[in-house]
């Protein structure tokens, strides 16, 4: 806190796709970036939002990486939900955009 307000909606503005990831659970960071989303009316264009949280379960104490990873917080969690969101799915051609 406090919210930057300007850097979401200059997201908003250039992107398809806009993705939270915090390492705690839902209420977080996701939650206030998609409140003020919604009342800016920044999803009214259809923007694709994903929070990404640690899940609302007990976890077995592990090391971190290992506890970010399960929960798809890491590298590769992100990038199949940016995927996912745009529609790819795995297996799906995805063309350079200067292809």
Known sequence: ???DT???????????V?????????GGFGAMVL??????GLL????????LTMPDVYMDQMALDVMVAKA???RKGVLNAALSAMGITEGTPIR???A
């Open 1 to 3: 806190k406090p919210l």
């Open 6 to 16: 300007d850097l979401i909606a200059q997201l908003v503005a250039h992107h398809e």
């Open 18 to 26: 806009l993705i939270t990831v915090e390492e705690g659970s839902t």
């Open 35 to 40: 409140h003020h989303l919604a009342n800016e």
């Open 44 to 51: 009214d264009q259809g923007l694709k939002v994903r929070t």
């Open 72 to 74: 798809g917080l890491d």
């Open 96 to 98: 350079s955009a200067t």
